[in-house]
Nanobody, 124 residues
């Protein structure tokens, strides 16, 4: 079992940066693939970043490549999402997620555990 708690969201101007954290409790964090998703009002939840259990492999959709960076610290049971050059369209609730294995990073149904989400608002 894993419990995930996100933090670090807030209000930022376009072009600014935020760093989200996902603190995990439970024994299986180091063996879990971690993902970040976001959901804007009236839109489906979408994948924004993923990282393998050891941190060697990462995955991003094109619309965040070069702006977002996912990392993890298995000693601290924490995953991070550094977001730079933020745009108003990045606004949404950001969720941390975990899975024991992944075949499709983009598919939220493959992730077994979810945090409660943290709001990110980017003003123009």
């Amino acid at each position: 079992q894993l419990q995930l708690v996100e933090s670090g969201g807030g209000l930022v101007q376009a072009g600014g940066s935020l760093r989200l954290s996902c603190a995990a409790s439970g024994r299986s964090f180091a063996n879990s693939v971690m993902g970040w998703f976001r959901q804007a009002p009236r839109k489906e939840r979408e994948f924004v970043a993923g990282i393998s259990w050891g941190g060697r492999f990462t995955n991003y959709p094109e619309f965040v490549k070069g702006r977002f960076t996912i990392t993890r610290d298995n000693d601290k049971n924490t995953a991070y999402l550094q977001m730079n050059s933020l745009k108003p369209e990045d606004t949404g609730v950001y969720y941390c997620s975990a899975a024991s294995r992944i075949s499709n990073w983009n598919n939220p149904t493959e992730y077994n555990y979810w945090g409660q989400g943290t709001q990110v608002t980017v003003s123009s």
